[in-house]
């Protein structure tokens, strides 16, 4: 048996829907350790119908726990609190946000911001999905310069890619096509 | 990758947004409570609250001694949120106004998600606000401190007809589905009886 296309739809709405709102029901339910199953149960839904999730939602650690997997609830099963850490070596401290879980006791920092002691206004905003990379960077080159980014954000642009890619097919068709012909030969 | 092929992510993308999020349970879509009317609310804050800051500042006032309460401190707020009876700080029962600028540039999302539960969640009455665009620079300036993380949280007895005025332009705000984990407290009651004044003199004869 197989449905229509607004039938296929309607039911990826509802199926999803469901799944959703049983992630949220659980914290009432006095079963906090079914969370990770019903979440995981949720991921794999949207990853069969191929859709892509609002950050805000997919985000590691801020919607839902990174260890268990329980929808955060502020005053129910989360503490959140702004910590800062003195890096003494580049004399600039990270704000970053604590979230501990109050289920599983586990703790995670999003959002890290580095503050520049001298001139506290100048915030260098980032989110946490590039909180890895930042490290990365620290450890690298402490200093990225203004150009150096300007290149990369030009590189990185649709058009280019795509003409990158053309060339590259070219390339490609080309030498098969020489190879071929020595073959031939 | 061709634009046909953008072009289907992108609609799937909405589809979801719309599937996920405006789910009347979970109600993500209206997260943050819509004002009515923007203009004027966001000039009634500045008349009767920035302005008033501004002048006790520029009067030298210490802090303590301010008629009305002012913190711009993320952990600050959380914890003033947190405890229905602080001790007897007249922050307790005064209204709560949390002003947030969740539009502005330099203020990350990630930092401000919980805000909207956790004032739907606090024990005590709180009104959220979300500002318009360009309203943290005002309020930079007005209260010269560096509101990092873009909310402000202010209290006092004379706030309480600003934010009634407020209250009416504001969306109540509908999470259903934390409804049934918010805290209530236990209807104890104390039941009134007698005890003898006097201990029982007999015992004390006996030894």
């Known amino acids: 048996m197989s449905m229509n296309r607004s039938q296929a739809e309607k039911f990826k709405d509802i199926h999803l829907n469901h799944k959703y709102n049983l992630i949220h029901m659980l914290p009432s339910t006095e079963v ?15 990853k069969r119908y191929r859709l892509r999730l609002p950050e805000s939602i997919v985000e590691p650690d801020s919607k839902f726990c990174g260890n268990c997997g329980a929808v955060r609830i ?65 450890v690298n080159k402490k200093t990225s310069s203004a150009r150096e980014r300007a290149k990369k954000r030009k590189k990185s642009t649709l058009s280019d890619m795509l003409s990158q890619k053309n060339e590259e097919k070219k390339s490609k068709s080309f030498s098969l096509s020489l190879e071929s012909m020595i073959q031939n030969d | 990758m061709s634009l046909k092929n953008l072009d289907k992510q992108y609609a799937q993308r ?28 966001w000039e009634l804050i500045q008349t009767i609250l920035l302005a008033r800051c501004r002048a006790l500042a520029d009067a030298e006032v210490p802090a303590p001694e301010w008629p009305l309460g002012i913190t711009t401190s993320f952990n600050e707020i959380v914890t003033l949120l947190q405890h229905e009876n602080d001790d007897n700080d007249q922050s307790n029962r005064s209204p709560l106004l949390l002003l947030v600028c969740n539009k502005d540039h330099g203020v990350s999302s990630v930092v ?71 805290f209530e407290p236990t209807a104890l009651k104390l039941l009134k009886t007698t005890a003898p004044l006097k201990k029982p003199v007999e015992k004390a004869g006996k030894k």
């Open chain 2, 112 to 182: 401000l998600q919980q805000i909207p539960l956790l004032a739907y969640m606090s024990p005590r009455k709180v009104t959220l606000v979300q500002l318009p665009r360009g309203a943290l620079a005002t309020i930079q300036t007005q209260l010269k401190s560096d509101c990092t993380e873009g909310l402000l949280l202010a209290w006092g007895d004379e706030l309480q007809s600003l934010v009634n005025q407020i209250t009416a332009k504001i969306d109540q705000p509908q999470l259903p589905w934390l409804d049934q984990v918010k």
């Open chain 2, 14 to 41: 909405r589809q979801t947004y719309r599937a996920v999020l405006d789910n009347p349970f979970t109600n993500e879509g209206s997260l943050w409570p819509h004002v009515k009317d923007q203009q004027q609310v």
């Open chain 1, 32 to 46: 906090p350790a079914l969370s990770g199953f019903y979440l995981k149960s949720f991921y794999n839904g949207t």
């Open chain 1, 74 to 138: 502020p005053l129910f099963n989360t503490d959140m609190s702004i910590t800062e850490s003195n890096n003494e070596a580049t004399s600039e401290s990270t704000r970053t946000l604590q979230y501990t879980c109050l289920h599983c006791k586990n703790q995670a920092q999003v959002a890290p911001v580095r503050v520049q002691k001298q001139t506290p206004v100048n915030v260098k905003q980032s989110v946490g999905a590039k909180e890895e990379e930042q490290k990365q960077d620290k």
